[in-house]
């Protein structure tokens, strides 16, 4: 089977740098997700690690450690818009990697 | 549509009714998903469809829970008897491609069982 563990809540400022940290047990990996979920919304994908290493796309980033069983997403120049629910992400360990287990997610506050 | 699109966006049934859950995914997306999210909880995967068929269903709880996807585009979620534990969002999401990095999710169903 499958397990995320990700902190349950973050708060941070705006303007600053927040890392929100997730480490996962898989029988096989497949990669490392992030999504984005206000809250009576939608989740929306934020990036997709496959590989070891930092992708960066605009005021996001995300990391990927296979050795470590360990990743992380960062949010840079915090805006309020940015509180949310974060949540991790890997492929079922069926050998498909079609479907995702979902961490438990972590809710962001940003305060003014 | 340019999204995901889940009917309807609140139901609210009593204990042992019938229920069905619509989802019209991205267009050209042949993959479809059917998640379930309770209060605080990350999504829960329930099924998977490859075009017609159900790829995988193994996070289907039990039996009264059943999906279809008839033509390959929409798809309905059906419970039968529904019980108080089945109340929570349930999520549709398709994809493009096979590899599950990306889902394009809907803004969910709602389900409140009395």
């Known amino acids: 089977g499958q397990s995320l563990e990700q902190p349950s809540e973050v708060t941070a400022v705006e303007g600053a740098i927040v890392q929100i940290n997730c480490t996962y047990q898989t029988s096989g990996f497949y990669g490392l997700s992030w999504y984005q979920q206000h809250d009576g919304g939608a989740p929306t994908f934020l990036s997709y690690?496959?590989?070891?290493g930092l992708e960066e796309t605009g005021r996001f980033s995300s990391f990927l450690s296979r050795s470590d069983s360990y990743g992380y997403l960062l949010l840079q120049e915090l805006q309020m818009k940015d509180s949310a629910s974060y949540f991790c992400a890997v492929p079922l360990s069926s050998g498909s990697a079609r479907q995702l287990t979902f961490g438990s997610g972590t809710q962001l506050t940003v305060l003014p | 549509g340019a999204g995901v699109s889940q009917t309807p966006s609140n139901k609210v049934t009593e204990k042992g009714k019938y229920v069905e859950l619509r989802c019209d995914p991205i267009?050209?997306?042949?993959?479809l998903y059917w998640y379930r999210q309770s209060l605080g909880q990350g999504p829960e995967f329930l099924i998977y469809?490859?075009?017609?068929?159900?790829?995988?269903d193994s996070g289907l709880p039990n039996d009264r829970f059943f999906a279809v996807r008839p033509e390959g585009s929409v798809s309905t979620l059906k419970i039968q008897r529904t019980e108080r534990g089945d109340s929570a969002v349930y999520l549709c999401a398709s994809s493009p491609t096979k590899i599950a990095g990306e889902l394009f999710f809907g803004e969910g169903s709602r389900l409140t069982v009395l």
């Open positions: 469809f490859q075009g017609t068929g159900a790829a995988d």
């Open positions: 267009s050209g997306h042949t993959a």
């Open positions: 690690n496959a590989l070891d």
